[in-house]
């Protein structure tokens, strides 16, 4: 069974561009959350989708920031215009459960996109 | 709100060496604590999953335990190998689904 996926698996782009990531969870897995991990400091979750649902946004740093997540499948994470502070790790995990919601919920972590802005 | 807290920040050890790396959480209402690996270019691998109701796991040359009330996990690594290089996050839920990660150790095992 393939696991999560990310892509790219690097980015480089200069200040004031647009990236768009994208992931693709493990089949059947109706939860997918995106994280964030800035250099030197501990990972952080952005947002969670249940299907194609945002479920909670609530780490999601500012309006700059637009995840998607159309029919319910792979998601799509857009930073436009992208800053400097927003270099770093971009990591995707999926889950399987009924809502995502519970603490028993095992989340399955991506490779992560790594994202340089310039 | 909970802080996770992984000390030491790096580690460099010869291979065979026993080792142990530290994680401390400031909420000790925790529904149970991970230890994932990371490889560089890799996602997160989970090593080890402690209930709130567990003093510890084991898996094969791995042995985390755990001290809710003083709010503290270690992870214990026997007869470390070179392969054992990596990064090593430790995560806590509590009250909430949405885990809260330590900045991690990052060990390197020279041969």
Known sequence: EAGVTQFPSHSVIEKGQTVTLRCDPISGHDNLYWYRRVMGKEIKFLLH??????QDESGMPNNRFLAERTGGTYSTLKVQPAELEDSGVYFCASSQGSSGRTLTDTQY???GTRLTVL | KQEVTQIPAALSVPEGENLVLNCSFTDSAIYNLQWFRQDPGKGL???LLIQSSQREQTSGRLNASLDKSSGRSTLYIAASQPGDSATYLCAV???SYIPTFGRGTSLIVHP
């Open chain 2, 93 to 95: 839920k509590g009250g």
């Open chain 2, 45 to 47: 691998t989970s090593l």
């Open chain 1, 49 to 54: 989708f249940v299907k194609e649902s945002k």
């Open chain 1, 109 to 111: 972590f991506g490779p």
